[in-house]
Nanobody
């Protein structure tokens, strides 16, 4: 599974960005997808996850009500819509994929086997 994340950039506080993660796998619809972020000098932090068929979406406490994760299985892509961005949202954002049964929420980085290269988000104050 190869993942490619893109859509990062520089935005002012209060602004929005949409990140995308495209997967090169024929069975994309069966994969759990997640986003993590890592700020300089900090550990990788869970941002959002989505189960197969988008039955469940779940978020880290720091982004709830501001970020929305969705998936388009026809395009093998997940989208992370980020609104009301804050300087604390700055970091490199990584998408991750895992196929696991039974389906459950996964918020730890070590639960995912496949990772994209990361896309950098900078939020200025």
């Amino acid at each position: 599974v190869q993942l490619q994340a893109f859509g990062g950039g520089l935005v002012q506080a209060g602004g929005s960005l949409r990140l995308s993660c495209a997967a090169s796998v024929s069975t994309f619809s069966s994969y759990m997808m997640g986003w993590f972020r890592q700020a300089p000098g900090k550990e990788r932090e869970f941002v959002a996850g989505i189960t197969p068929n988008a039955r469940i979406t779940y978020y880290g406490d720091s982004v709830k009500a501001r970020f929305t994760l969705s998936r388009d299985d026809a395009k093998n892509t997940v989208y992370l819509q980020m609104n009301s961005l804050k300087p604390d949202d700055t970091g490199v954002y990584y998408c991750a994929a895992e196929r696991r049964f039974p389906i459950r929420t996964m918020t730890r980085a070590e639960e995912y086997d496949y990772w994209g290269q990361g896309t950098e988000v900078t939020v200025s104050s």
